[in-house]
């Protein structure tokens, strides 16, 4: 950091003497060269320090104290957040109002007395404006150390009331569930089914694993997964989700929508809070809404390194409104804070969650003292009906249950179960994508709680040896009052939509051709009735005028 010279070497002779006046001190130098020195002498001195600091108002050494427990500088926007800004008023103004006598706030009465500087200095995220101590005066200014044995980092926060963490929300290992969902549908080319995580969400994790590459499911990397134990699984997707630079929180959140080129940097934001985490002991109730407040009073800009509050454009869909500026800190940073512990760390079973009742928002958490919640075996065995319907229990070996899903139509699932159906169809699908009968009935036997139907597993065979032997259908039929209507429909130009004929009355109309059919019953002078629709005259039950 610049030294008291260089702070002050822009500064014209009014405003060195301004300086050496609340000092106590008059200049004897009359050019400004000279009259920085003999100025930086005086502020070095420490007996006059000690006089300077006994005399400033208690909020101005609050300032001053905490520049000097944060080794000497602050992020401006943090700092100017906390104790105000400092009015750059020119020369002509300066004198005229004497603004030094009445300082607008505590970091103003420090620039006038140059124990601050204000400058911008280079950092990873690239050039950044902070409030700094001159490097030459810091070492003279008392610093209020942590007492021994304490953390570096200071626990935010608090340990939750009784209220916060009265209803303890069970663990929730979920997160492997859906993505054997998510990596099934895909393995089938098909639309993949709404999940517990979002779909996109969960994308993201087997994305940031290495799982899937672009959207596409790599083979081996699928195998690992399904086959692992749901700890180690759990652990995989939680060791890469940490160190991602694509994970990205932000852009998740439910309810926002980030607009522009602007970019973030989820990986530091996720690493400021895992830090906290560290700091709050383990196995203790923690309060969110706590957590929260102080990270918004003593770590605003986690992830805004610039302070920049204006430049993101992120809107809230519910009404369209840009969140700008810091007064929008928790509707996007607090907010992020609350799905970061909430969403991945809660998924990845780093927390466990409770709050005040059931329904209730999240109040409160435990990092538990083992790093991570237990996670329960995959022992689960399937139950098949006789109609070919598979109820699967969520803890069915996700590599069963991933196999058994590319054999079938997905149904609506029910509260830790998954419910299937064989159809022909599914089948026929499952053939293209080389799959066997024989593999089905096989899984389905060493995992079933029980027999498996000898009626379904027939079924099974008979169709993969003769495939579809009956069918079920819905046709609209034309049925006429007597055989000659019919017989002269046929010989007219609308006979070519008639299908086969069902009795001497009756035949199948062709689909999309009742209008045809229609108008050359007209054509005849006969009315025609539509028993789907009685107020339209179209093809179906007809009788003669």
């Not at 505590?106 to 140059?114: I, M, Q």
């Not at 075996?377 to 991933?402: C, F, K, M, T």
């Amino acid at each position: 950091m610049p030294d008291l010279v260089h702070s002050l070497h822009s500064r014209d002779l009014g405003h060195l003497r301004i300086v050496a006046e609340l000092w106590g001190h008059e200049l004897g130098a009359a050019e400004t060269q000279a009259a920085l020195q003999e100025l930086a002498a005086i502020l070095l001195d420490p007996g006059r320090l000690r006089e300077t600091l006994e005399v400033l108002a208690p909020e101005a050494r609050e300032a001053l104290d905490a520049l000097c427990a944060a080794g000497g500088r602050l992020p401006w926007a943090l700092f100017s957040r906390r104790f105000g800004e400092f009015q750059q008023a020119g020369p002509g103004r300066r004198d005229r109002e004497q603004v030094h006598r009445k300082p607008a706030s505590p970091s103003e009465a420090l620039f006038y007395r140059a124990l601050i500087g204000r400058a911008f200095f280079e950092t990873p995220s690239g050039a950044q404006e902070f409030a700094y101590v001159p490097d030459d005066l810091l070492p003279l200014l008392p610093r209020k150390e942590n007492p021994p044995g304490t953390e570096p980092l200071p626990r935010l926060g608090r340990a939750a009331n009784p209220a916060e963490r009265a209803r303890p929300l069970p663990p929730s290992d979920r997160l492997l569930d859906d993505a054997t969902t998510l990596l099934a549908a895909l393995r089938m080319d098909a639309e993949p089914p709404g999940t517990v995580i979002p779909v996109r969400v969960v994308a993201d994790f087997l994305e940031a694993a290495g799982i899937l590459r672009a959207g596409k499911p790599q083979p081996e990397a699928v195998r690992r997964f399904l086959e692992m134990p749901r700890s180690e699984a759990l652990d995989w997707l939680a060791a890469d989700w940490q160190p991602s630079a694509t994970f990205n929180e932000l852009r998740q959140m439910p309810g926002l929508v980030c607009e522009g080129e602007w970019t973030n940097q989820p990986r530091a934001a996720r690493q400021f809070l895992l830090d906290l985490l560290e700091a709050i002991p383990a196995g203790n109730w923690w309060s969110l809404p706590a957590l929260i407040l102080d990270v918004k009073q003593n770590r605003p800009d986690f992830q805004r390194p610039a302070g920049e509050y204006d430049s993101w454009f992120i809107q809230r869909v519910s009404d369209g409104t840009y969140l700008r500026g810091f007064d929008r800190w928790d509707e996007v940073d607090g907010a992020l804070l609350r799905y970061l512990v909430t969403g991945p760390l809660a998924w990845l079973g780093r927390l466990q969650l409770a709050g005040p009742s059931e329904g209730d928002a999240v109040t409160a958490f435990l990092r538990p003292a083992a790093g991570r919640l237990p996670v329960p075996a995959e022992n689960g065995r399937l139950h098949v009906a006789s109609q070919g319907r598979i109820a699967a229990p969520r803890l069915l070996p996700r590599a069963v249950r991933y196999q058994i899903a590319r054999f079938c139509e997905w149904e609506a699932e029910k509260a830790d179960e998954y419910r299937y159906q064989v159809t022909t169809a599914s089948l026929k699908h499952a053939g293209e994508q080389g799959l066997k009968v024989s593999q089905l009935l096989s899984l389905l036997a060493k995992h079933a709680a029980g027999e498996i139907p000898p009626a379904f597993v027939k079924a099974c065979k008979r169709w993969e040896l003769n495939g579809t032997e009956a069918r079920v259908e819905t046709q609209t039929v034309l049925r006429v009052s007597r055989p000659e209507v019919l017989e002269e429909l046929r010989k007219s130009k609308a006979g070519r939509f008639l299908g086969e004929p069902l009795g001497p009355v009756t035949a199948v109309v062709k689909p999309g051709a009742q209008g045809k059919v229609l108008a050359a019953l007209a054509e005849q002078g006969l009315l025609a009735e539509d028993v789907h629709d009685p107020q339209r005259t179209g093809a179906g039950r007809h009788e003669a005028g």
